[in-house]
């Protein structure tokens, strides 16, 4: 069980991922896909990594948008880590949290 908190700031992360992924990622194209995989780690902590693969090329920003600073700083509130790999291939974004 996720307390409310971490469960409402992991909904918000998801939400903004799937939406940038939908206008400029993966889901932007017919083939684009997202893969989401999650473990509860020995240490207690939430993982979770998104994965996209199959949209046009992932370039980095060149600036940090809105989206990004509100999942950066909910996962700070929530005592956690988000990293951003922007590849070839697609973005992989990794959480990861105590729960």
Not at 14 to 24: F, G, I, M, S
Not at 78 to 92: A, C, M, P, S, T
Request: with cysteine; proline share 5%; hydrophobic share 40%.
């Amino acid at each position: 069980m996720l307390a409310p908190d971490a469960a409402q700031a992991i909904a918000i992360t998801l939400h903004e991922l799937a939406t940038n992924a939908a206008k400029y990622g993966a889901l932007s194209a017919p083939n684009g896909q997202v893969r989401l995989e999650w473990s509860h780690a020995a240490d207690g902590r939430l993982r979770l990594r998104w994965t996209e693969t199959g949209g046009p090329v992932a370039q980095g920003p060149t600036r940090k948008g809105l989206g990004s600073r509100i999942i950066e700083q909910m996962m700070v509130q929530q005592k956690g880590k988000v990293r951003f790999d922007w590849r070839n291939d697609g973005l992989i974004c990794e959480i990861t949290l105590p729960v």
